[in-house]
């Protein structure tokens, strides 16, 4: 009989269902691969890695180059495994026995899950029927559970909807406890909260490479805060935590960032394209987005994303067990014509051909 540590058998594990779909739809990737003069550039720059030293000089070059991109000091920089690494950590950071962190419901599953592990005390807070959230009414109930971590996904994972930087400034100026804003979507999106970070000291934005970057391989993500903030944070680091191949790449990638733009741009007016297109059909609702992905809420959803399986195409369902997604599909832009044939599939469904 093995003793595990306390309450470890009851935690939550992600419930993403990988699979490798012939029309990958279901997971907010990138679906194209890097630029090829991107590529290009990243493998030349893993053929001259000294993979016998620890990656002091990669970590330092890319924290260089965000910090001189968001005119900060490099000190307010921090990376991680993804940002999900970073999101963990400023959850350990403010969390542990007594402590509380509001985040609202539905958003990004993994807040409950990182709460969990970090012992604090979970506080969803519930979004209108809309997917809109209160601020006034959320800023109220960090004050009245008497949070020590405040959450927000801006653009919002799964509903894709967004708050202005105006809203984001006025959560920030009137709550006291730290607040983490996960930008995960920002570049599909347009409007970051970064700036916001040199007048709040209780504000913490991440950031990734694996949407919009299409780097989801290679875990990259950083987070930017005043320096007080990330010191502290820096200490739940393990010491060289992300390896040289991931580093270098994001680099690279962070260098060419311009490549970039165009494929951004397209996925926006996919994502529009489809949403008409998805409006037309009866009994689907459709929520509007920000992001590169779609939510939609449909009676038979259950039934839609089985024949969607058996087409081999991809969507994220949300399980009985998700509140607030009851009915909901996520559906991730992909190429014109894999979204064009995701969109055919679900109107043959519905219209029961
Ligand atoms: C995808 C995602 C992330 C982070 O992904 P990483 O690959 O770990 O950077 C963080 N937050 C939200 C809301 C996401 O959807």
Same mark, same amino acid.
């Given at each position: ?23 990958? &739809? ?16 990243? @493998? ?21 180059? @965000? ?29 542990? *026995? ?42 109220? *109930? ?28 006025? @959560?920030?100026?009137? @709550? ?9 979507? %920002? ?9 916001? &970070? ?87 609702? %459709? ?27 991809? %969507? ?38």
């Amino acid at each position: 009989m093995l003793n595990y540590r306390k309450d470890l058998e009851k935690m939550p594990s992600y419930d993403g269902v990988e699979k490798n779909y012939r029309v990958k &739809v279901n997971a907010n990737e990138s679906t194209l691969n890097l630029p090829p003069l991107v590529e290009e550039r990243v @493998i030349n720059r893993l053929a001259n890695i000294s993979f016998n030293r620890y990656p002091n000089e990669e970590y330092a070059l890319l924290i260089e180059q @965000i910090a001189k991109n968001f005119s900060v000091s490099k000190s307010q920089i921090l990376l991680g495994g993804g940002s999900s690494e970073i999101i963990e950590k400023v959850f350990h950071s403010f969390g542990g *026995k007594g402590k509380k962190i509001v985040y609202p419901q539905p958003s990004f599953s993994m807040y409950k899950i990182y709460a969990r592990a970090a012992e604090a005390q979970a506080f969803p807070f519930d979004l209108d029927e809309k997917f809109d959230l209160d601020v006034d009414k959320f800023i109220k *109930k960090v004050h009245e559970v008497n949070a020590d971590l405040a959450v927000v996904c801006n653009p919002n994972n799964p509903t894709g909807n967004a708050l202005t930087v105006a809203q984001i400034e006025e @959560i920030a100026k009137n @709550i006291d406890c730290a607040f983490l804003l996960d930008e995960a979507y %920002v570049e599909f999106y347009g409007h970051s909260a970064f700036n916001l &970070v040199k007048k709040y000291p209780n504000l913490i934005v991440a950031r990734t490479f694996s949407k919009a970057y299409g780097m989801a391989a290679a875990r990259v993500g950083y987070m930017i805060a005043q320096e007080d903030v990330t010191r502290m944070i820096n200490k739940t680091f393990m010491p060289y935590h992300m390896n040289v191949l991931s580093l270098a790449a994001a680099d690279i990638v962070y260098q060419m960032r311009d490549e970039f733009i165009t494929r951004i741009q397209s996925t926006v007016a996919e994502r529009q394209r489809i949403f008409e297109k998805l409006k037309n059909l009866r009994e689907i609702e %459709v929520f509007p987005s920000q992001t590169n992905f779609i939510l939609i809420r449909y009676k038979k959803a259950a039934a839609l994303q089985e024949y969607l399986d058996n087409l081999d195409i991809g %969507v994220r369902y949300f399980s009985a067990g998700a509140a607030g997604l009851k009915n909901c599909l996520r559906i991730s832009m992909g190429m014109q014509i894999e979204n064009d044939e995701v969109f055919s599939a679900i109107k043959n469904f519905v219209e029961g051909k």
